[in-house]
Nanobody, 124 residues
Framework: QVQLVESGGGLVQPGGSLTLSCAASRLTFSRSTMGWFRQAPGKERECVAAISWSGGITYFADSVKGRFTISRVNAKNTVYLQMDSLKPEDTAVYYC?????????????????WGQGTQVTVSS
């Protein structure tokens, strides 16, 4: 059974940074498009970043461009989300997801596997 385990969430002050990690197991990681999604209370789940198999193609939501960076280390079956200049509106549960599609996708319905989520709270 495929497992995606996120870590690195927590409480941070506005302007601060956090790095989320997602470790995958029992997954053909190097052939999986990886995405980071977030969901705030009362809002739909949105894709904030995604990365292609090789890491050569990335996507960022407009709301996080220039502040978030997505990367992956296939040898470690791990994908990362570096979040800088955090804002209160970044507060949400962040989920890691894997898609067997070759092309980057931002539609949650096209992702096959999901982690359990990690809470990120940006507050002073």
């Amino acid at each position: 059974q495929v497992q995606l385990v996120e870590s690195g969430g927590g409480l941070v002050q506005p302007g601060g940074s956090l790095t989320l990690s997602c470790a995958a197991s029992r997954l053909t990681f190097s052939r999986s498009t990886m995405g980071w999604f977030r969901q705030a209370p009362g809002k739909e789940r949105e894709c904030v970043a995604a990365i292609s198999w090789s890491g050569g193609i990335t996507y960022f939501a407009d709301s996080v461009k220039g502040r978030f960076t997505i990367s992956r280390v296939n040898a470690k079956n791990t994908v990362y989300l570096q979040m800088d200049s955090l804002k209160p509106e970044d507060t949400a549960v962040y989920y890691c997801a894997a898609s067997r599609r070759a092309q980057i996708t931002t539609n949650p319905a096209t992702y096959d596997f999901w982690g359990q989520g990690t809470q990120v709270t940006v507050s002073s």
